[in-house]
């Protein structure tokens, strides 16, 4: 499965961004899809996770900021970011696989997207 993330860039703090991770096969439609970010100097921390009967979950410094959705028809997942702030900077990661007790980690996931850059300007 290929992945590709789009949908980064500049924003004020307060705005809002919608990212969207888009796969190469319908298998996808099956998998869990995360999204992680890393800062610069930071390690890659789990952002959001969407399994494929569309339950949810949320790391608590994005909770009722962030939200996810999939649609299976189109192999795509969307990141809403809204509120967005300063510490929101960070390259953004798309991954997918089957779902596990790992979904909070990166080795739960088998396949990466190549990353989107979002910076909050404060």
């Known amino acids: 499965v290929q992945l590709q993330a789009s949908g980064g860039g500049l924003v004020q703090a307060g705005g809002s961004l919608r990212l969207s991770c888009a796969a190469s096969?319908?298998?996808?439609?099956?998998?869990?899809i995360g999204w992680f970010r890393q800062a610069p100097g930071k390690e890659r921390e789990f952002v959001s996770a969407i399994r494929w009967n569309g339950e949810t979950y949320y790391a608590e410094s994005v909770k009722g900021r962030f939200s996810t959705s999939r649609d299976n028809a189109k192999n795509t997942v969307d990141l809403q970011m809204n509120s967005l702030k300063f510490e929101d900077t960070a390259v953004y990661y798309c991954?997918?696989?089957?779902?596990?007790?790992?979904?909070?980690?990166?080795?739960?996931?088998?396949?990466w997207g190549q990353g989107t850059l979002v910076t909050v300007s404060s």
């Open positions: 096969e319908r298998t996808f439609s099956s998998y869990t």
């Open positions: 991954a997918a696989g089957p779902f596990s007790r790992l979904y909070t980690v990166p080795r739960g996931y088998r396949y």
